[in-house]
């Protein structure tokens, strides 16, 4: 009876790392989501709620990390259980860092509110939205243990990053048909850039339920084709006007 009791007590410890983690991704998708609302809405009272929120994440993250050592320290778990438990410690990180890039983008949206709206706002809930589904159809991956499912986020990385290139270009543009748009279209680039990383984040937990369920590491390169850092925005030629 001892020795059923370890088990189940040992199973009880990590079904209950795995609740934690989801509820901390319940919790980044939610800031996402209501960061982008409150950008999209002007609405700072909202996006005040996203970044007071991102403590509940982090606090979450302590009881994972004192779980996961507690586990470790008393289980020591060995082959595919000791694989969940380093799992669910480094996707706690991941989503840790989604949350604070959530929280990032409120604190911009707070900052825009107080300049005039900029046309190129519309672009980023559309970025957003497929930033979202990553976040969700890859919790439920770790939920189900489905790698498959988890490889299809994996997958839609190289999407994320062409829209962003997609508003970088955008913005750059209308900031040079229009210099008094400078300061709310800096904002925006950056907050195309924080959802872009929760992408990158999703992509993570992606490859981390892929190790935890075949025992190894994906080979492939990660569909990447974020080219920001080489993109060139020529201003328009014509005017021709004197020095």
């Not at 959530?102 to 900052?111: D, G, Q, T």
Request: with cysteine; glycine share 6%; hydrophobic share 45%.
């Amino acid at each position: 009876m001892t020795g059923e009791h370890i088990v189940k007590s040992y199973d009880t410890e990590l079904g209950r790392l795995a609740t934690i983690i989801s509820q901390m991704g319940g919790l980044a998708e939610a800031q996402l989501a209501n960061a982008i609302q409150a950008l999209v809405r002007r609405d700072s009272d909202l996006a005040g709620q996203v970044i007071r929120s991102d403590a509940q994440v982090d606090a979450l993250e302590v009881q994972v990390d004192q779980l996961a050592i507690k586990v470790l320290a008393l289980r020591q778990p060995v082959a595919s259980d000791l694989r969940d438990v380093v799992v669910a410690l480094r996707i706690s990180a991941d989503i840790e860092r989604m949350a604070d890039y959530a929280a990032n983008v409120a604190k911009r949206a707070i900052a825009m509110n107080a300049a005039p709206a900029v046309r190129p706002v519309n672009s980023v809930p559309r970025m957003g939205a497929l930033v979202l589904a990553m976040i969700k159809d890859v919790l439920d991956a770790y939920a189900a243990r489905d790698a498959d499912k988890a490889m299809q986020v994996w997958q839609r990385d190289g999407e994320v990053d062409e829209m962003y290139n997609s508003i970088f270009r955008e913005l750059l543009t209308y900031m040079m048909e229009d210099p008094r748009a400078i300061s709310s279209c800096t904002h925006l680039l950056f907050i195309a850039k924080n959802i872009e990383r929760i992408g990158d984040h999703a992509t993570n937990v992606a490859e981390l339920i892929h190790y935890a369920v075949h025992g190894q590491t994906l080979k492939e390169a990660r569909p990447k084709s974020d080219t920001t850092p080489f993109a060139v925005v020529a201003p328009e030629s014509g005017g021709g006007g004197s020095r």
